[in-house]
């Protein structure tokens, strides 16, 4: 079930009770939604509240400005909600909700403990495809292709290039309002950079950990899913080790945010991008673009949203130190 949906479940049982529940002026008296540009006393309230959560740190001023977008925004990624810095009935209900219970950000509190981390995303691809060789590890005398074509879109024609991007971008947007300091591998689909260089990107930042952003490809339609690639081999054992932590978490939170099916998990040796990398790493492959119902939902700017949210809150278990769990359960 999708973390929206269990919101959802709480908030609509608090449905009849939400009049009791709001902190501010009767509803009656209140607009439906609060906006960017709007003004008055209910922005003065709602401030005030996100104020006393510390999502807020800007003056009282009852003006829906850029800080009190972004604090709405924090908001809603804390509920599970998407973050588009519109506080409606939605927003309203959940928050009452969680304050109510005295479990307020109840969804991820992963999410808190993202500020400070320095984190890496690698959109995969790019418009042109470099088939020159370079080192495919710092260890072995193997040479290996520095950008492959990505994959393109059996319905739609879209090329993967951008929809990872589209997704990186996103999710950016989401880890900065939170905090995080973000390294993008690059942030246009015009560029011409390789694996290794992406590698030397993130080492050279000192990140955290990152991301390796993609989707995939085959000859049989019929297949569709999401997985994750994680190194092993040629690296540290601790970075192998939490890479696979990371790429649990990002793998079970995204499918279960998208509903895609999760496919298992491959560990990797002759990946350059993981074998030059020094901090944890993994490759989100978020579907196959070869079946044509994944190729629309990935082609839809609302879609790929909801992956990006979905890589956010793998990202927040992993940060929050949840583990794989061990045979059996225990």
Not at 38 to 52: N, W
Not at 87 to 116: C, K, N, Q, Y
Not at 141 to 164: F, I, L, P, S
Not at 247 to 258: D, K, L, N, P, Y
Request: charged share 20%.
């Amino acid at each position: 079930m999708k973390r929206l949906s269990q919101r959802s479940i709480s908030v609509m049982l608090c449905l009849a009770a939400a009049a009791a529940l709001l902190c501010l002026p009767a509803a009656a008296d209140l607009p439906s939604e609060l906006s960017a540009g709007d003004t008055g006393e209910p922005v003065a309230a709602l401030q005030a509240e996100l104020a006393e959560y510390s999502l807020y740190s800007g003056e009282i001023s009852g003006v829906f400005d850029e800080a009190t977008e972004a604090a709405v925004m924090r908001l809603q990624l804390l509920l599970g909600l998407c973050p588009d810095g519109v506080f409606d009935a939605e927003a309203r209900l959940a928050f009452d909700a969680s304050v109510e219970t005295g479990e307020f950000i109840p969804v991820m509190p992963g999410l808190l403990l993202l500020s400070g981390l320095v984190i890496g995303l690698d959109p995969g691809h790019q418009v042109e495809e470099d088939l020159e060789l370079e080192p495919n590890s710092p260890f072995k005398d193997v040479q290996k292709v520095r950008m492959t074509a990505g994959g393109v879109g059996v319905r739609t024609g879209v090329e993967e290039y951008y929809v990872n991007l589209s997704v990186a971008a996103e999710l950016r947007r989401c880890l900065e309002l939170l905090g995080a300091t973000v390294v993008m591998s690059r942030t246009e689909n015009g560029v011409s950079v390789s694996n290794l260089e992406r590698a030397q990107i993130m080492n050279e930042a000192d990140v955290d950990f990152w991301l390796r952003i993609h989707c995939n490809s085959c000859d049989d339609e019929s297949v569709c899913g999401a997985r994750v690639l994680t190194p092993c081999g040629l690296v540290g054992s601790d970075v192998a080790a939490e890479s696979r932590r990371l790429g649990f978490c990002v793998i079970s939170a995204f499918c279960e945010r998208t509903d895609m099916p999760m496919l298992i998990t491959h560990s990797l040796t002759d990946q350059t991008g993981f074998n030059w990398s020094c901090s944890p790493v993994i490759a989100i492959e978020m579907g196959y673009l070869s079946n044509a119902v994944s190729d629309l939902r990935l082609s839809r700017t609302s879609y790929q949203n909801e992956c990006a949210l979905g890589i956010l809150y793998g990202i927040a278990d992993y940060a929050n130190g949840v583990d794989i769990p061990t045979a059996g359960g225990e």
